[in-house]
């Protein structure tokens, strides 16, 4: 079974940055591709970014493309999001998920780590 777990959020004044991790255990994350989703209060869930499992291929939904940067680390197990230029409306919690591919039902989820915009 695969367990990921988020770390990395908190408060941050408008144009900071922060780098979210999902670090991974159970299983190895070679196989999986992984995707960044955030919930902001009373919205739905969005896909933010998503990496396929060989880190060859990326995507971005457009309102953070430019600011933000996913990457991982298979060695490590963990995969990243570099945000850069946090806007207030970047705040949400924001989870990160797995499947063996971005299009995938994302049959793995983390619990989230809470990101606030605020000046």
């Known amino acids: 079974q695969l367990q990921l777990v988020e770390s990395g959020g908190g408060l941050v004044q408008p144009g900071g940055s922060l780098r979210l991790s999902c670090a991974a255990s159970?299983?190895?994350?070679?196989?999986?591709?992984i995707g960044w989703f955030r919930q902001a209060p009373g919205k739905e869930r969005e896909g933010v970014s998503c990496?396929?499992?060989?880190?060859?291929?990326?995507d971005y939904a457009g309102s953070v493309k430019g600011r933000f940067t996913i990457s991982r680390d298979n060695a490590k197990n963990t995969v990243y999001l570099q945000m850069n230029s946090l806007k207030l409306e970047d705040t949400a919690i924001y989870y990160c998920?797995?499947?063996?591919?971005?299009?995938?039902?994302?049959?793995?989820w983390g619990k989230g780590t809470l990101v606030t915009v605020s000046s």
């Open positions: 998920a797995a499947d063996y591919y971005c299009k995938g039902r994302m049959h793995y």
């Open positions: 990496i396929s499992s060989s880190g060859d291929s990326t």
């Open positions: 159970g299983l190895t994350l070679d196989y999986y591709a």
